[in-house]
């Protein structure tokens, strides 16, 4: 789909970024998640290739010397995340429109050498509210619970740097958001390219 945006939805860890994107992806047929590349070690609910490309630092550091990768970043666990390059063309080869969920750094990145680019950041209502989210979750010890929230303080300061920002205080209400965001901005793409 030539012309068409890539869609970033980022934000910090437990504002819900996951939730929305599955609704949107179910309401929107033409765009596609792409899967990231992560060094972080499997969960046992989790599957190689569809939740993330599990590969080893090694693996991971080859590709970063290769190229790659459109963006890349190590997160404050220590785990790298990246967004190959190869599956954005798999999903442009398909005539989806790339969604891309990333960490902030890598969304910037995304938003200053990707032209079309539409960069969304989800947030929740409050700190303690993420914090309630990130503890219910479960899948973080409470030290990196502790690491994430004051991560979290930070990234929130930077949700001006994004086209759009979505407060995730109802999930119906912010994935309806998220899709009329969507919706128009896909119009206006094809609107452009018929020029």
Do not use: C, H
Request: aromatic fraction near 6%; proline fraction near 3%; glycine fraction near 8%.
């Amino acid at each position: 789909m030539a012309g068409t945006p890539v869609v970033v939805v980022t934000g910090p860890s437990g504002a819900g970024k996951g939730t929305l994107e599955r609704v949107v992806l179910a309401r929107i047929p033409e765009l596609e998640l792409a899967v990231s590349a992560t060094t972080r070690a499997r969960r046992s609910s989790e599957a190689d290739r569809r939740e993330y490309w599990f590969i080893s630092e090694d693996e991971f550091e080859r590709r970063v010397r290769s190229g790659d990768f459109l963006e890349w970043v190590t997160y404050v666990s220590g785990n790298r995340y990246g967004t190959l390059r190869s599956e954005i063309d798999r999903i442009r080869e398909a005539d989806k429109v790339p969604l891309l969920d990333m960490e902030i750094e890598g969304a910037l990145r995304v938003r200053d050498s990707v032209p079309g680019s539409v960069t969304v950041f989800i947030d929740a209502p409050s700190v303690d509210e993420l914090e309630r989210r990130l503890r219910e979750r479960a899948t973080e010890s409470s030290g990196e619970v502790d690491d994430r929230l004051r991560l979290a303080v930070e990234q929130r300061r930077q949700a001006g740097e994004f086209d759009y920002v979505i407060v995730n205080d109802e999930v119906s209400r912010a994935a309806g958001e998220l899709e009329g965001i969507v919706r128009s901005e896909l119009q206006r793409a094809a609107t452009m390219s018929r020029q």
